[in-house]
């Protein structure tokens, strides 16, 4: 006999459902700003964050693209889950070598965890299933209905949003990795994060390693692959990454976490950035959708050719705080606005990924970032942050490398494919 649902008044005044990037820190910013309300995390897993590594500049949270030292306020409040910060970062290619003098922050799974937790109290919940979201109530695996007057959805990307070349309905290229956490018997040398070296055999699309120094003797060390496919050769890896070292002349003690990463790189519109013919709206709020807020990667908040959500995730996490009415509606009203701009912007860097993954030959991918790396700083920067002007983007599209023959390059441009992609295309 099926027990009966647990009911109860209003359990919260906010409940976010999902504790990984875009709920924790939504989540976060919440209780700050309004430390007299009750915000509630759920999370599935018995870790807010899971297993991962997140990095991000200064300049990465200003909402208007200024790059100035004035423009980064947003800093302070995410003190509490940064791991480690640097003062610049170094690049390698082919033909160029460059320091960028931007200030860059990594987060760790675990320090994310230990954070939130720390500060969202007994207001966190781990090991909550979740089977119902509307609204204004959640109910639980076992029964239980929890209830409150603002309802969001943070739940990540799902496995059944993934196809083999595509991702929510749209083609796309993918960001994959494979990283290991490094002790070394000897320090490795490294004052700033390698965040892309690309002086190595170029295979599987653009290939590089990334480097994030946590102490003398502690290093973060992934490969990566801007691949048209999201398979990962584990054993390859594993040994390539361990080579890798080697060269560098990192004998390694242990290997004490590793991480994989298969992120999505759209090349054209997903289907939540598409104009709905269903929609009903009073008064700019829609009384009809009885769904939650939603605002995580799982419906396509991150940069489309970064794949990088953070910047999505901590501006989406202050507008909400902002709001004068931290109710579903409203909020989901606001939010809908608030979309409007970042599409249009994301256009411009699906158009990059075209250029990327539908007109360059693989092997010469890494040519294009290496040209963007030869820059100006504060161009890269808000090329990172979401905030590309339209005086960037011909400087960052002006000097393409050899390009493939055939309709898919003619057509590299065009914000619809003029037919369906086979796998020839990809």
């Given at each position: 006999m099926k027990s009966a649902k647990k009911v109860s008044g209003m359990n919260a005044d906010v409940i976010v459902v999902g504790g990984g990037l875009a709920g924790g820190l939504t989540a976060l910013r919440l209780t700050q700003t309004h430390p007299q309300k009750k915000i509630l995390l759920l999370e599935r897993g018995e870790r807010l964050g899971d297993n991962h590594t997140w990095g991000f500049y200064d300049t990465d949270l200003s909402p208007s693209g200024d790059t100035s030292d004035t423009a980064r306020a947003s800093e302070p409040w995410l003190q509490a889950v940064i791991s480690k910060s640097w003062d610049?970062?170094?690049?390698?290619?082919?033909?160029?070598?460059?320091?960028?003098?931007?200030?860059?922050?990594?987060?760790?799974?675990?320090?994310?965890?230990?954070?939130?937790?720390?500060?969202?109290?007994?207001?966190?919940?781990l090991g909550c299933d979740i089977v119902r979201i509307t609204d204004s109530e959640v109910e639980t695996a076992d029964g239980e209905i929890l209830r409150a007057p603002l309802i969001i959805d943070a739940s990540g990307i799902t496995s059944d949003q993934k196809a083999p070349k595509a991702f929510a309905g749209a083609p796309c290229g993918w960001m994959k990795f494979i990283g290991f956490d490094l002790k070394l018997k000897t320090p490795h040398g490294l004052t700033r994060p390698l965040l892309n070296d690309a002086n190595v055999p170029q295979m599987d699309g653009y290939r590089y390693f990334s480097c994030l120094p946590w102490d003398e003797t502690r290093i973060f060390v992934t490969e990566n692959f801007f691949s048209s496919n999201s398979e990962l050769n584990e054993a390859r890896i594993n040994r390539s990454i361990r080579a890798y070292a080697e060269r560098n002349g990192w004998e390694i003690e242990s290997i004490e976490r590793t991480e994989e990463g298969r992120l999505p790189l759209p090349l054209y519109a997903l289907q939540y950035d598409k104009p709905s013919e269903d929609a009903v709206e009073f008064s700019g709020e829609d009384f009809v959708n009885q769904s939650p807020v939603s605002i995580s990667s799982r419906v396509g908040f991150f940069h489309s050719a970064t794949s990088h959500s953070l910047p999505d995730a901590v501006r989406i996490a202050e507008f909400i705080s902002e709001l004068p009415q931290l109710r579903t509606g409203p909020v989901r009203a606001a939010l809908r606005e608030f979309r409007k701009e970042w599409i249009e912007q994301q256009r411009f860097y699906r158009l990059v990924n075209r250029l990327i993954f539908r007109a360059v030959e693989p092997s010469l991918r890494y040519q294009v970032l290496e040209r963007f790396y030869g820059q100006r700083e504060d161009l890269i920067e808000r090329y990172f942050a979401g905030t590309t002007t339209r005086a960037d983007r011909p400087r960052i599209l002006g000097a393409k490398p050899v390009v493939r023959p055939g309709r898919v390059t003619k057509n590299w441009a065009d914000e619809q494919p003029l037919t369906p992609l086979t796998p020839a295309d990809a």
């Open positions: 610049s970062h170094e690049v390698r290619f082919p033909k160029l070598s460059r320091v960028i003098e931007t200030r860059f922050h990594g987060i760790r799974s675990v320090d994310f965890h230990n954070a939130l937790t720390k500060i969202l109290g007994r207001n966190v919940r």
